[in-house]
């Protein structure tokens, strides 16, 4: 497993145990601020502030959690990793299972705040959970409440999430190859994340992190049927985006992170 920047400058190497707690953290604050940002501000700041608030707050986790676990806070991330042979599965197992009690947990505050507000109704407003069809956000929907018309389908959502996820893993790897510049990392990964919401969010709201999308399912009318979709076609993506970075770069140990 290649080492982190912190335990390049360290004697000490930072333990499993801290790394997973990094990513338990920052996959909380990535889904609380950037999700947190779609449920409660999302009719005042539109589609730009929401994308914005996921690329802002992953910016500000790379260079804060970066350190310690290199700030994956994405299964995806972390599938590509494992792919190129940079973490055991022991570790990446560790990763996944820390994000998605990162997500969950978070997830869970994000409802609990918003169902304190009188006006919240979960079946209607559900909780920005990702979906395709009558749950795509381009459904159009009547004054009465029901789907008029569907909105992207299955295959739209499949091609974005495949797509997206494998450019958002292949500039984090290539961002922070040793080759790169490397200070401007953050910059780099934050707005590609920022970027691809505003492509995918009328589509399907935009995964590319199933961590992300497990944590708020569970919390809107007919996402937890359509959520096999948000793990499966990341998760492929993450790993086509590894071996591209793989043949383009031709080489899989000049990581720092």
């Given amino acids: 497993m290649s080492p982190t920047a912190q335990e390049i400058e360290e004697i000490e190497p930072i333990s499993e145990v801290k790394k997973y707690a990094a990513e338990a953290v920052g996959t909380f604050l990535l889904v609380f601020c950037a999700v947190g940002t779609a449920v409660f501000a999302g009719a005042k700041v539109g589609n730009l502030g929401v994308a914005l608030a996921f690329g802002l707050t992953l910016l500000f986790l790379v260079y804060s959690i970066g350190p310690i676990s290199g700030c994956h806070v994405n299964p995806a991330v972390t599938l590509g990793q494992f792919g190129l042979g940079r973490i055991s599965i022991v570790t990446a197992a560790g990763y996944w299972v820390a994000q998605i009690v990162g997500g969950l947990v978070a997830g869970l505050t994000i409802f609990a705040v918003a169902n304190s507000l009188p006006a919240y109704d979960r079946s209607v407003d559900g909780l920005g959970a990702n979906g395709w069809g009558e749950h795509s956000p381009s459904a159009v929907v009547g004054p009465a409440g029901g789907v008029l018309e569907n909105g992207y389908g299955i ?100 990581l720092l992170s």
Avoid: C, K
């Avoid at 997206?164 to 500039?171: E, I, K, Q």
């Avoid at 190859?177 to 401007?184: L, V």
């Avoid at 505003?198 to 199933?210: C, E, G, R």
């Fill in 155 to 254: 295959g739209a959502a499949m091609v974005v999430e495949v797509i997206l996820t494998a450019v958002l893993v292949f500039v984090v790897l290539a961002s922070t190859d040793r080759i790169s510049n490397i200070p401007q990392a953050g910059l780099a990964i934050g707005f590609t994340l920022a970027v691809l919401h505003l492509v995918a969010i009328p589509i399907d709201n935009t995964s590319v992190n199933p961590a992300r999308s497990i944590a708020v399912a569970f919390y809107q009318d007919g996402a937890l049927a359509q959520l096999w979709l948000f793990i499966v076609f990341p998760l492929l993506g993450g790993i086509i985006g590894a071996f591209a970075y793989r043949a383009i770069f031709g080489r899989t140990d000049r």
